[in-house]
């Protein structure tokens, strides 16, 4: 975009309630957000690793299928066919790699 010789740049007029709205939520997520270093770096390293060595549930079943206990645990709308249930948890076919972490 383009100024001409003596225009101003303008935010994009929102309405009053709209405007409210967004200032609210953004409001609430920062005061609701628990801060990173909540969680101590040898808990995260401690559950982690528990997971590493159990090999019932750090595999996608069937080989190659998606489906993985990580997804299944934190996704209820990923799709479940084809995968196994374990450990109470029906798997789910996603890429795992965001679900382990949120999970840890």
Same mark, same amino acid.
């Given at each position: 975009?383009?100024?001409?010789?003596?225009?101003?740049?303008?935010?994009?007029?929102?309405?009053?309630?709209?405007?409210?709205?967004?200032? @609210? @939520?953004?409001?609430?997520?920062?005061?609701?957000?628990?801060?990173?270093? @909540?969680?101590?770096? =040898?808990?995260?390293?401690?559950? @982690?690793?528990?997971?590493?060595?159990?090999?019932?549930?750090?595999?996608?079943?069937?080989?190659?299928?998606?489906?993985?206990?990580?997804?299944?645990?934190?996704?209820?709308?990923?799709? =479940?066919?084809?995968?196994?249930?374990?450990?109470?948890?029906?798997?789910?076919?996603?890429?795992?790699?965001?679900?382990?972490?949120?999970?840890?």
């Amino acid at each position: 975009m383009r100024l001409l010789k003596g225009s101003t740049w303008r935010l994009p007029r929102m309405s009053s309630p709209l405007l409210a709205v967004t200032v @609210a @939520a953004l409001g609430t997520v920062a005061i609701s957000a628990t801060p990173s270093a @909540a969680v101590s770096r =040898s808990a995260i390293v401690s559950v @982690a690793t528990g997971q590493l060595n159990d090999s019932a549930r750090n595999v996608e079943s069937p080989p190659g299928s998606g489906c993985n206990h990580y997804t299944g645990y934190l996704r209820s709308w990923k799709p =479940s066919s084809g995968c196994p249930s374990r450990d109470g948890v029906q798997w789910r076919d996603s890429d795992w790699c965001a679900d382990f972490s949120k999970y840890v």
